[in-house]
């Protein structure tokens, strides 16, 4: 069968490219000829520029061009529609959507993330739409919620909707085994590892694993990060420089940066004990699935797909699905054998402090010490390098304050004590998350870079003080 | 009714009748300036004024239901007088409210058009029409309520403010700068509260610095307290109305993120009023005992092994001179001026600016125990130097004195 394959593509670095680059190997093995048709450039036969409607055209005239016998397209958004768009935007592309797969014999579509607002009969660009998701011959989603919320949105018959396994092309790619990947990548034999990779993001939480595993590395456990920011944009720059500064002030967290390939990835997973998906939201994962493939424990958080993946797993795969950052510590220290606790903290160096003459100062200082270690901000991995000393830290900390106070922004639960009220809370949160969280996710980005930008301040201010009182220019040891 | 005292610098006539303002007035409230006015009201009541309490017939804020018969009767030897509340359920109100937290610039008719919106108090209002001359002074708090708002203005030159002023967007209306410039006086708990009365009003109405009264208990049963209410390990307490305002959220948040990376064994146990609502990973260890009687508030302070205080907007903060009378540590949001210039000064509590700090306040407490109980020494004596009844009414008769004139009084050919 000539089958077409419109997706990004390796070597881009998407988890839909990884993804689709999975099924075409799986749909090639099985002796199909597969063109990959990717919308930038990459290791795919063609690559078009698929945006608005002259990019869907183009697709519909590939298409007619290429006789295939089966269309399948990887569906994101993003590929097709300008962003930001207005209704005649949305109106067009999915016009040229529509010609495009009615010239093709069988059009299949994966849906990997979609806007659910836009299919609106009444409104033109909805209708426009459905016109265009009808005349797909089958459309998979990852998940049972995905497929009921589809099917509603769009006036698409369920039965039209495949549930497809978000692992069942996937493939190993390493022939590493635990010791030898782990002797790679110079992780010790007998140390206990977590590991949490892919890109990171937000919305991933790679710093909630951080803080649960805190305290773990005193016992001989780890954590490996591994992946950096998918994009270059100030919020995931500045989350990313966040988290590098919460692992380098957290004993035992190792941060791996750059390009990860298939192999690595999957190396990683052989070489952990444990792999951590701390998400915030997610569609679904393809992590968890990549782990099951090498008999990895998994624990993640019950969000988005995630649970659904989860009860399919079954007890064919092991995932400890925990709800909140107490419950994710808890797994963690179950997993490495402890019991989270205060023993593995320091003690407050009090020995005389029911004595001391100004105990209120000393204690206020050694709590702002404590936090700028904690918190995960650059200061904090500076304080621990021994680039800043304490009193700097002190200074900058109280510098971020007026903007620590304001928390971070936080969805409220959708609970309530009245169980038809705490329903009708959840279904509104799962119906506007998808907006709501990123929204949240940048607010929380600038807020923590506006407090990494005045740390940063003060600590130079405290430098450059302590360098003009030192002729010698040494910086006040830590 | 009239009186002398030596309080101030000649002796002090206590000609007239003095009315104070309170929003709401009962037992069982949760609000700082409705206790700390009802409370005054008895003290120069007992200092021979003749004292009158002016409050509407609703206890609840959130409602403003009308609970109690309007009309005038004698509460525990008091004179209370209650008005009904009118409540119109305009959606700007909502809105302009949502406008006006977020810092936004509202119009001065959109801020009179808010303020006129929520519950409002007409008889009340028109009863100081007709009678405001039966009063030497009128004492109105908190500032940004309606009855505040509308009232003082009737009879500025006997209207007496306490104030309760934070730092909100509310302060920076302009609709309030009449209430702040035009009265016949202003009552100020803090330092701080004054300057920042300072920083956001020019010129600012007669003014003084008076403190604000705590009770002072006799003594105290923390372990009959515990059998009482089950109560076992170490706790923390938060005593107050549980809202947004007063920071009852984000000390959830901020609990449950110190015990998600911590392992510490406190419990927070709180009373007051309003909805709980724990996180679901700290439910069990989120205990409401709803409103307690005073003794056994101030036992449950004796008990507690810290009092949190998360409110930013604080004029004063009578729970942690209780939690200090009680030889408890307070730990606090440093966003709060007010809290953080009383545990400066005093020495006896912790101040915090973000969960990672709050975290680092529980583990000082649970990880050193004698050196807590040594932070919260120094608190008692602070209290009972600077806020007890006595001293406090000296100063707001001194004020009186000052700023309001006594009736005339026909004397006898």
Redesign the interface.
Known sequence: MKILMVTPYPPARDGIAAYAAQAVRSLRRDGHQVTVLSPGPSAAHHHLDLVGPRGALALAKHIRAGRYDRVIVQFHPDFFYPVPNRMRDRLAVATGLLAAFRVASRVEVIVHEIDYRFGRPTAPDGAAARLMWRSVDRIAVHTEAERSRFAKAFGVPATKIALVEHGSDFARNTHFDRESARASFGVPLDAFTFLSIGFVQYHKGFDRAVRAFSGLGARGARLDIVGSARVDDPGNLAYSNSLDALAAATDGVFRHRGFVSDEQFDRWLVASDVVVLPYRSIWSSGVLERAALYDRPVIATAVGGLQEQAARAGRAQDITLVVDDAELRAAMWARAGGRSGATARASWRVGSLADDADLRARVQSEVVRRAVGARGTRLGGAVAAGTVDPDTAAAASRASAPVRRVANLELPAPTSGRSSAAFVKRLVRRLTAWELEPVVGEINALRAATVEALESVAAARGRGAAERDDPAGRVPPS | MSATTAAGPGPLQRHGKIGLVPVRYGAGLVGGAEIVLAEMARGLQQRGWDVEILTTCALDHYTWRNELPAGARDEDGLTVRRFPVVVDDIPEHGTLEHSIMSGAKVPIQAQQRWMNSGMRTPELYHHIVDHAEDYRALIFSPYPSWVTFACSQISPSRSVLWTCLHDEPYAYLDLFSPVFTGVAGLLFQTAPEHELAHRIIDPLAPHAEVGCGVGVPQDYDPDGFRARHGIDGPFLLYAGRREGGKGW??LL??F??A??????EFSLVTMGRG?V?P????AGRVVDLGFLDDAERDNAFAAASAYIQPS?YEAFSRTIMEAWLANTPVIA???CDVVAWH??RS???????????F???L??L???P??A???AAPGRGYVLSNYTWDGVLDRVESALAGWTRAPQVAVAP
């Open positions: 959220e984000e948040s901020n449950a993120g015990l998600g990376r911590s392992d510490l909805p609502n996180p679901a990973a700290v930013r949001n440093g966003a545990c400066e020495g006896a509590g912790l101040t915090y600016d973000d969960g990672f700090e975290e680092a306040c583990s000082f649970a990880e050193a004698d050196a109980a040594a932070l």
